[in-house]
């Protein structure tokens, strides 16, 4: 029986297309890269952003030094980076226009202010879960 929790999960990775993963990494070792690749074969538009890889690609997918240096909407951001800094990465993705649909927060990574923040703009908010476990475990299938 689906709860109340897994079906706002399943709802969001059921509606959002264009995934900007901020963090995302170029190397085969970090949870990021296998998260990205994971993504983008399962039907996504994933962008990264880290500012070390601004102008390269990985399968394909392009990378920004910034969320605001995407030319174009972004559904969910998912931040790969520290709780420290969680709250920035947010704002800055609060200031974009149009604002994305959801915030999603890494295993580990929890800012309940920038959350706050983000809900009271009426963007849905997840934290310390990861997508690709959640997609796995929901065995949710895309079109």
């Given at each position: 029986m689906i709860n109340d929790a897994d079906a706002f999960?399943?709802?969001?990775?059921?509606?959002?297309?264009?995934?900007?993963?901020?963090g995302a990494s170029d190397k085969e070792t970090r949870p990021s890269y296998?998260?990205?690749?994971?993504?983008?074969?399962r039907g996504y538009q994933v962008i990264g952003v880290n500012p070390s890889l601004a102008g390269k690609s990985v399968h394909g997918a392009a990378f920004f030094k910034t969320l605001a240096d995407v030319p174009q909407p972004i559904?969910?951001?998912d931040i790969f980076r520290n709780s420290k800094v969680a709250g920035g990465v947010v704002d800055e993705a609060l200031a974009l226009d149009p604002r994305p649909q959801v915030i999603w927060m890494q295993l580990g990574v929890r800012d309940?202010?920038?959350?706050?923040?983000?809900?009271?703009?009426?963007?849905?908010?997840?934290?310390?879960?990861?997508?690709?476990?959640?997609?796995?475990?929901?065995?949710?299938?895309?079109?």
């Amino acid at each position: 029986m689906i709860n109340d929790a897994d079906a706002f999960l399943r709802n969001i990775l059921l509606t959002v297309k264009t995934i900007a993963m901020v963090g995302a990494s170029d190397k085969e070792t970090r949870p990021s890269y296998v998260v990205f690749s994971y993504l983008l074969a399962r039907g996504y538009q994933v962008i990264g952003v880290n500012p070390s890889l601004a102008g390269k690609s990985v399968h394909g997918a392009a990378f920004f030094k910034t969320l605001a240096d995407v030319p174009q909407p972004i559904d969910m951001v998912d931040i790969f980076r520290n709780s420290k800094v969680a709250g920035g990465v947010v704002d800055e993705a609060l200031a974009l226009d149009p604002r994305p649909q959801v915030i999603w927060m890494q295993l580990g990574v929890r800012d309940d202010a920038a959350a706050a923040r983000a809900r009271a703009l009426g963007v849905e908010v997840v934290m310390n879960r990861c997508p690709k476990i959640e997609y796995e475990r929901l065995a949710i299938l895309k079109a």
